[in-house]
């Protein structure tokens, strides 16, 4: 298939182009800046813009979409901008991309819209958490990812032609990561196993890039075995933390400890067997594979 990326010069854009291009299909990234890894062709375009987004779904005409451009992380920029950049980027691409007959797409949430490290306090419902906990953003970045999937879910209710799926990644660890670049957070992936007040914020959750791009590239491939409108998280078979998080999580998130007792072993607090058990798709590589029982 023809597959159009946005965000294809992002840490989690990259690895998704690389992904497409080794199953053998025609990639095409959109970004404002280079990056985009070949045999991918790049073109950059705002797609905040609905005549640019109506432009790029004319000119390339994909098969399939792959939604992950964004303000990537919460706070990078104001949140007037962050809501507003990555509400209206999720509607112009959906909308065009329904209204010019691409088949499939998929579009990035965030675990974020969960709420945890809300500044006046945060309980889960339950742990491990799954697609159907609660809902409970509490920053523009949160919001803005959930209204993003609220976007896509609407299109997928009305859209006669298009099919439509979200992915929830956890924290993205690209392959340089694992040597030592800086993750999105600042944070070496070493600092944040040696400082579990770093990790444990977002729950200790990660997932190798290369993992969740195999999941996208599941979803552009078999979208039509799942319901239109189905949302994904994309996780490690393990917490990024050294002890066990039934011990661990209480002591950075004292709410959690009704619930971490369910967290045995090295299991993580976000279960990925929805894409399990609908797809197949399990993730292969954790912090041990990739470093080592440090």
Known sequence: MRVLVTGSAGRFGRSVVVALADAGH???????VAGTPPPALWLPADLTDPGEAFGVMSRFRPDAVVHLAAVATPFSRTDGLTFRVNTQLAFNVCEAA???????VVVASSPTVIGYGAPQGWTPSYL???????????????VSKLVAEQVMASFARS??????????????????????????????IRERLDRPDVAGVSLFNYVDARDASDLVLTLVDRMDEVPSGEVFFAGA?????REPLADLLPQVIPSTAGHAAALTGTSPAFSAAKAGRLLGWQAKRSWRTEMGDI
């Open 98 to 104: 329904t209204a010019l007959g691409v088949g499939r």
């Open 26 to 32: 025609e990639v095409v990234g959109i970004d404002t």
């Open 128 to 142: 491990p958490i799954d697609e159907d906990h609660p809902t409970r953003p509490w920053n523009a970045y949160a």
């Open 237 to 241: 078979p393990d917490a990024l933390a």
């Open 159 to 188: 859209a006669t032609g298009t099919r439509f799926a979200a992915v929830r990644p956890c924290f993205v660890v690209a392959p340089e990561e694992w040597e030592g670049a800086p993750t999105q957070s600042g944070h070496t």
